[in-house]
């Protein structure tokens, strides 16, 4: 019984290479602080042991004699969680899908595809486009993201504003519960169904705590044939979150929306006025052409002035530099956080403007730009990204004044990024009925805490 047990008992079971010697590159998750924190040398989590299983049932064993043993699992996919979701505990054993990333099967006819988990959303993405199909789900981090990842952290990319987030592309799941069983949500895949609540949902944002996700159904496109790629620029950032207000309500949702403040625009467009950028897509060349005559008329009545298309395409060539980013960053002697809200239209213009004066108002103020881009028929999503000078003691007082403010606003506190260590605080002290429920699942699904990512549902 205990750790030393446990793992002979893996290893004479599974094979010594169940276990991964990469201590280093498992120790933390993209999460800037904790970046910071380790170029500060202030950062020390490491895994307890890494265990990389081949199958659902390798999994389930793994799961079974953890509890047996008293020992607690912390499921990782592609490690790119920015809120701390995926970092390791130095008293759990992080478990990596990364060996899991076959194709199962695919039905043109359904356009479903059925993946392991642990496949990274580019490979499949790549996969799916040999054969002329799309998940168009293209979060910044499509190279970086596992399926489970992404289903596990309630995850939405650049498309989401046409084709939804990841809750509306998952079919079905299969997940390994805390005592060890593989279970599907439902039997069969079935585009809807009412035989009960839908079960799937309860681990679809659940970031590892009640189940580890192993296969997933994913709804799929084929790729569309005709695209219009446009940019306008509006006369201020809220006259451009209402013109895609009207977009959204008067049914000329685009494939991607985004808006970025003066701020964001001048930084990446050189342009002084908020940048809109929009895609539509479409199989037919005329229903395209309508769409679009009317999404331009609706825009610019709106006072937004067509800009052409440099500037999409601008965005769409660098839109996966990160790391570039974050070196401009660096030498400018800062450091960053990104943080993502949402709220509906009557609110969102107070929403950006109280924490725009909430973070000004701090004795040293940080840089704070915005953008929207994922957009709904009630509301969207803020993006903040806030330059800082290097200090954590600065970053939880920019990070308290901001959920502060967004939460009195009527804000949700995160939109796309999950909870993680960054966010659990925030969720536990949530006045609304979630957190109450959500206690009550981990208690029982998992008594024996066998699953304990460090965000949500830990103490
Ligand atoms: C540069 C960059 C850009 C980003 N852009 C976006 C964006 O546009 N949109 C967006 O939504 N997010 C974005 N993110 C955040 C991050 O990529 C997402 O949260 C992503 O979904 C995490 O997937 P992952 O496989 O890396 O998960 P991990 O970081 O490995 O894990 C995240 C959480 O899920 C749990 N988990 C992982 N796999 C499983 C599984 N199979 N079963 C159960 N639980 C599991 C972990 O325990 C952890 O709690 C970005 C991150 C970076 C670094």
Not at 54 to 63: D, P, Q
Not at 84 to 98: E, I, N
Request: net charge negative; aromatic share 8%; hydrophobic share 40%.
């Amino acid at each position: 019984m205990g750790f030393e047990d446990f793992i002979r008992e893996i290893k004479s079971s599974l094979g010594e290479d169940i276990l991964l010697g990469e201590v280093e590159k498992y120790s933390r998750d993209m999460w800037p602080l904790a970046i910071l924190l380790e170029k500060l040398g202030a950062w020390r989590a490491r895994p307890a042991a890494i265990l990389a299983p081949r199958s659902v049932e390798e999994i389930s064993l793994i799961v079974r004699k953890a509890g047996e043993h008293g020992v607690c699992l912390v499921p990782h996919g592609g490690g790119s969680s920015v809120t701390g979701a995926s970092a390791p505990r130095d008293d759990c054993v992080l478990l990596t899908l990364s060996r899991m990333k076959r194709v199962l099967d695919f039905n043109p006819e359904d356009l479903v595809v059925t993946v392991e988990a642990g496949i990274l959303l580019s490979e499949l993405e790549e996969w799916l486009n040999h054969r002329g199909y799309t998940l168009r789900h293209v979060p910044q981090s499509f190279h970086l993201a596992s399926v489970g990842g992404c289903i596990a952290t309630l995850c939405s990319g650049q498309y989401s504003t046409g084709y939804g987030g990841i809750e509306d592309i998952v079919v079905n799941l299969e997940v390994v519960l805390p005592w060890g069983e593989a279970v599907w949500a439902r039997s069969i895949n079935t585009p809807r169904s009412s035989m009960g609540p839908d079960i799937k949902q309860i681990f679809i944002g659940s970031e590892g705590a009640f189940g580890i996700i192993t296969k997933a159904a994913l709804r799929v496109l084929p790729i569309p044939r005709h695209r219009v790629e446009a940019s306008f620029q509006t006369p201020d950032f809220e006259k451009g979150l209402l013109a895609v207000r009207e977009l959204m309500v008067t049914g000329l949702t685009p494939a991607l929306a985004r808006l970025s403040d003066e701020t964001e625009s001048l930084l990446r467009f050189g342009r002084e006025k908020p940048v809109l950028l929009l895609l539509y897509e479409s199989n037919y060349e005329d229903v395209l052409e309508t769409i679009w005559r009317r999404a331009r008329e609706v825009v610019e009545k709106k006072g937004g002035e067509y800009v052409g298309e440099e500037p999409y395409r601008k965005w769409i060539s660098s839109r996966f530099n990160y790391e570039e980013d974050i070196k401009l960053i660096e030498s400018m002697g800062l450091w960053f956080e990104t943080l993502d809200i949402a709220a509906t239209w009557s609110k969102l213009p107070q929403v950006d403007r109280k924490i725009k004066k909430a973070l000004e108002s701090l004795e040293e103020k940080p840089v704070v730009m915005a953008h929207a881009s994922h957009f709904y028929i009630t509301g969207a999503s803020l993006y903040y990204t806030v330059l800082y000078r290097k200090d954590p003691e600065l970053y939880w007082n920019i990070v308290e004044t901001f959920m502060k403010t967004a939460e009195e606003v009527g804000a949700t506190l995160s939109h796309h990024h999950g909870v993680g260590i960054l966010k659990r605080k925030w969720i536990q002290r949530d006045p609304g009925a979630s957190a109450t429920i959500l206690e009550k699942i981990k208690k029982t699904l998992d008594p024996k805490n066998v699953l304990s990512p460090p965000g949500l549902s830990s103490p």
